[in-house]
C-alpha cells in the first residue's frame, strides 16, 4: 500500500465510528427492553414476543439485499444517516404510542415494521464502513476494539432501560431518540478512504445476485454466515427473557435489564481480551468451539431457576459469541474486495441480523407449542448439532489457520 493510500486513515475516524455505533446500539438495546416489556405486559403470551422479532424481520429479509447494492452505489454514511433518522422517527411514534394507546399491541408492531426497514439499510451501511477507515492489517484488531465498545452499549443499554423503564416511557424513547440522531450525524462527517463504486450496466438484481454468488463461490465465508445463523436462529434464549424474568426467575423489569446484560458482559470482558491478544492461530477450530459453547450455555441457562446461575450462563453464552462474530466478521471483511462490501455485508446481515428477529419469532413460537424451558433447551441441543455438521460441510472454514490465509488487497 502506497505512503497516500496510508496517510488518509486516522485514528480519529475509527474512535468516531466507534462513538457512532455505541449510541446507536445503545438505543436498540434502551428501546428493545421497553417494547418487549410492555407488549408481553399487554398480550401475556410467548408469541406476542415472538411477533415483535417477525415484526422486524420480514421487512430486513425484503430490504437488507437491496440496501447493499445502494451501499455499493452511493455513499455509505450518507445511507447510514438516513437510515439513523429513520430509526429516530420510530422511536418517537413508540413515545406518542406509549403516552397514548398504551393497552393496544397492535400500533406497536406496525412501527417495528418500519423500524426493522430502517435497520435493513443501516446494518449494510454501516458494517461496510470499518474497513475504509482502517489498514487492512489493523482490521481484526480494530473490529475487536469496536466490539468492545458494542459489547459496552449492550451491557448497559438493557440495564438502563430497565432502570428508566420505571421513570416511565419519556426518559427511555428519549434517550433513543438522541443517541440514534447522534450516530447518524456523527457518520455523515467520517473521513477515510472514500470508495467510488465501479460502472456498471447491470440491473439491480444482477448486482444483487452477484452478492450472493461471491457469498456462496468462497466455502470460508458461506461456512462462517450460515454457522453463526444457525446458532443465533436456534438459540434465541434472550427473546424469551421476559418471560424468565417474570414468571420462572421472578426478579421483575430491573432484573430482566441485568438478564439482558449479562451475555454483553461476558461479550465485553471477551472484546477487551480479543483486543489486547487478538486470535492469531487456529481460527477456524476456535469459531467452531466457541459456537459449540454457545449451544451448551443455552441449555444451562433453559434449565436453570437459580438466578446467578442463569446470569452465569448468559455470561457464558456472551462471552463464547462474541468470540464467534469477531472471527466472522473478520473473515468476512478481509475475504471480500471493495466493490463487493455493501452487498456482502447485507448477505451477511440477511443471514446473522436479520436472524436475530427471526430467531425471536422462532423462539416464541416454540415456546408457545413446546414450553418455554423446553424450548431453549432444544434450540441449545440444535446448536451444537449444527456444529458437527457444519465442521463436515464446510471443511476449508475448519483448516483456516490465520487470517491471512483468506484476506484480498484493498483497491487503490
Given at each position: 500500500m502506497s505512503d497516500t493510500a496510508t496517510s488518509i486513515y486516522r485514528e480519529r475516524d475509527l474512535n468516531l465510528f466507534v462513538g457512532a455505533r455505541f449510541l446507536s446500539t445503545l438505543a436498540i438495546q434502551v428501546q428493545s427492553v421497553a417494547i418487549g416489556w410492555q407488549i408481553y405486559e399487554m398480550e401475556r403470551t410467548a408469541l406476542a414476543l415472538g411477533?415483535?422479532?417477525?415484526?422486524?424481520?420480514?421487512?430486513?429479509?425484503?430490504?437488507?439485499?437491496?440496501?447493499?447494492?445502494?451501499?455499493?452505489?452511493?455513499?455509505?454514511?450518507?445511507?447510514?444517516?438516513?437510515?439513523?433518522?429513520?430509526?429516530?422517527?420510530?422511536?418517537?411514534?413508540?413515545?406518542?404510542?406509549?403516552?397514548?394507546?398504551?393497552?393496544?399491541?397492535?400500533?406497536?408492531y406496525i412501527v417495528l415494521v418500519l423500524f426493522g426497514a430502517a435497520r435493513g439499510f443501516a446494518g449494510p451501511s454501516g458494517s461496510s464502513l470499518l474497513p475504509f477507515l482502517v489498514p487492512p492489517e489493523k482490521l481484526a484488531k480494530s473490529m475487536a476494539f469496536s466490539s468492545s465498545f458494542f459489547t459496552a452499549a449492550v451491557i448497559s443499554g438493557p440495564a438502563i432501560g430497565g432502570f428508566l423503564y420505571a421513570l416511565g416511557p419519556v426518559p427511555v424513547y428519549a434517550l433513543c431518540i438522541t443517541g440514534f440522531l447522534g450516530a447518524g450525524v456523527i457518520v455523515a462527517r467520517l473521513g477515510g478512504r472514500r470508495f467510488k463504486p465501479e460502472a456498471t450496466e447491470a440491473s439491480r438484481y444482477e448486482r444483487v445476485a452477484e452478492g450472493v454468488r461471491f457469498v456462496r463461490s468462497r466455502p470460508v465465508v458461506l461456512g462462517a454466515i450460515s454457522l453463526d445463523l444457525f446458532a443465533v436462529l436456534l438459540g434465541g434464549a434472550t427473546a424469551l427473557l421476559p418471560i424468565f424474568a417474570r414468571d420462572i426467575l421472578h426478579v421483575g423489569p430491573v432484573g430482566l435489564g441485568f438478564l439482558r446484560s449479562a451475555p454483553a458482559v461476558g461479550a465485553f470482558a471477551t472484546a477487551f481480551y480479543l483486543t489486547h491478544w487478538p486470535i492469531r492461530q487456529h481460527v477456524g477450530s476456535v469459531m467452531f468451539a466457541s459456537v459449540a459453547i454457545f449451544g451448551l450455555a443455552t441449555i444451562v441457562f433453559g434449565l436453570s431457576s437459580w438466578f446467578p446461575l442463569s446470569l452465569l450462563a448468559l455470561f457464558v453464552l456472551g462471552a463464547s459469541d462474541m468470540v464467534s462474530v469477531n472471527i466472522r466478521a473478520s473473515l468476512i471483511q478481509l475475504a471480500t474486495p471493495d466493490t463487493m462490501r455493501g452487498r456482502v455485508s447485507s448477505v451477511s446481515m440477511l443471514f446473522i441480523g436479520a436472524s436475530n428477529e427471526l430467531g425471536e419469532f422462532e423462539s416464541g413460537t416454540t415456546a408457545a407449542l413446546l414450553g418455554t424451558v423446553p424450548a431453549v433447551v432444544a434450540g441449545g441441543v440444535g446448536t451444537l448439532l449444527v456444529v458437527g455438521l457444519w465442521m463436515k460441510l464446510f471443511p476449508p472454514l475448519l483448516r483456516v489457520n490465520k487470517f491471512s490465509d483468506v484476506a484480498v488487497p484493498p483497491s487503490r
Open positions: 411477533l415483535v422479532g417477525l415484526c422486524q424481520f420480514l421487512p430486513m429479509f425484503l430490504l437488507t439485499l437491496p440496501a447493499g447494492d445502494i451501499t455499493d452505489r452511493f455513499n455509505q454514511r450518507r445511507v447510514y444517516s438516513l437510515s439513523a433518522a429513520l430509526q429516530a422517527a420510530c422511536s418517537a411514534l413508540f413515545l406518542a404510542l406509549s403516552l397514548f394507546h398504551p393497552d393496544d399491541a397492535w400500533p406497536f
